[in-house]
């Protein structure tokens, strides 16, 4: 009952601040190249859909970042696991990282479209670059984070060290994996978005960058908008992976209690 | 042969400022199937004799032998129950118990009975598909003891198991011990800090000083099994406790 209520209030506040908006702009005859109005976004948002323009430009983007997003992750996973383990490449690698880490990524953008051109390849390696570090890091953390009781338990149980690793270790850092795939993704639709503003040929980023210079401020409205969508969407798919892989987490069932806000 | 033989052990750890005493020329026998509780006051080094003897930590000087063979490494004829019951969250109750059977590769099918059997010796049937955070302290240490009975070791460590446990849950889970250790007759060695403990549940008591921990007595508790917890009433339960605790406020241990 209350959560009908609660629906139908969300609903009406979300349809009134249209309303309002749209009321505010044709009153005060605001310019469309300024601040278009939701019905001219909502038009430009059919026409796009209408003509497959958008589609088009939508199906680039989302190759790009969940190919970066997986190449990312999947090599800062590899190299995070190496830096946990063997104390050698720790020492050799761990300062570069420490460097890179503090170096904002897409600033390298330019650079790799000198390197790789304005195809696919060049975004992919831009997006795969920015969702590189949040798995590197949370998996070293979450490795290293080995609770010392769990140790000796495996170690009195004469456990090797490969089984530590896949038993214990592994496991353990699941919750800190997760953790950064969460920001990678994230992570991941800015570094493609942003090399797509660099140097592109296709991609709502493009997009976005072309209709600008055509003052086309509603188009740009409508692409904003497809991209919150975008955004929510990949994020909900990390969440529903990680229920799903982290069950047993004491922490993960708080976070659920905390997302659900109660009026 | 005695089931774990230790003589003029010692460990020191090595500190900033020269290095800390933990053990000091400790030497004791422990016979087959003999239940033996070291006591002792906080940081008099029990734990470390634990390790030691769980092959997790080596030895300063000395030699501990189990079984006739000296303690090189962990062993698999050995479980261990620690201070907390390490149990690992995302496995069931069932495959924690399963754990070492896992590790040694000793067949899940085969185990999967005895598994079930401990669980109900234990009291925890019906539990085997849920996870630990379902359950509560006492029932969590079960499963520990559980598993580290599930590949039939032929002797029990145990760090002060129940000491994070509440008054009434631990005077359960020392009958419950006894009742297991008169099923299957383990070696046990068990620590504790907790004289009346010791005494209800031991056939030997070694008193331990404080640091540097060395054995300063051997009781031999004579009182008839099964022991039900209204022992601890009988007028031969107290002069036990009586003695020992007399030996730790000799040393100045127990202030009064």
Partial sequence: ?263 | MEAIAVQELSKLYPTRDGSVHALQQISFNVSEGEFVAVVGPSGCGKSTLLKILAGILPASKGEARLRGTPITGPRRDIGVVFQSPVLLPWRSILDNVLLPIDVQRLGRDRHLKVAMDLLSLVGLEGFERHYPWELSGGMQQRVAITRALIHDPAMLLMDEPFGALDAMTREQMNLELQRIWLERKKTVLFITHSIPEAVFLADRVLVMTPRPGCIMDDVQVKIPRPRALEAMNFPEFAPYVHCIRARFSAKGVIDS
Wanted: hydrophobic residues 55%; positive net charge.
């Fill in chain 1, 1 to 263: 009952m209350k959560n009908a209520r609660n629906v139908a209030l969300t609903i009406v506040l979300f349809c009134s601040s249209i309303l309002v908006w749209e009321v505010i702009v044709r009153a005060f005859e605001v310019p469309t190249f300024i601040f278009p109005a939701p019905s001219q976004v909502a038009t430009a948002l059919w026409r796009g859909f209408a003509s497959g323009l958008y589609q088009k430009h939508l199906y680039y983007t989302l190759v790009e970042t969940v190919l970066g997003f997986l190449l990312g992750s999947a090599l800062g996973f590899f190299l995070g696991t190496a830096v946990a383990l063997n104390r050698y490449v720790e020492y050799f690698f761990y300062p570069y990282i420490v460097m890179f880490q503090s170096l904002p990524k897409v600033a390298l953008a330019p650079l790799i479209v000198v390197w790789f051109g304005l195809g696919l390849k060049s975004q992919v390696i831009n997006t795969a670059l920015v969702a590189f570090f949040p798995l590197l890091v949370n998996t070293i953390v979450g490795l290293k984070s080995t609770d010392e009781d769990r140790m000796n338990l495996m170690r009195s149980l004469a456990a090797s060290d490969s089984q530590v690793f896949w038993m214990l270790r592994l496991p353990n850092a699941l919750p800190f994996v997760m953790a950064g795939l969460d920001v990678a993704m994230i992570f991941a639709l800015i570094g493609a978005i942003v090399a797509e503003f660099v140097g592109a040929r296709a991609g709502l980023g493009m997009l976005i960058q072309s209709m600008n210079f055509n003052m086309d401020v509603s188009g740009q409205f409508s692409v904003l908008l497809i991209l919150s969508i975008v955004g929510l969407l990949l994020n909900r798919c990390i969440l529903l992976i990680r229920r799903r892989v982290l069950f047993w987490d004491p922490s993960e069932k708080e976070r659920l209690e905390r997302e659900r806000v109660v009026i």
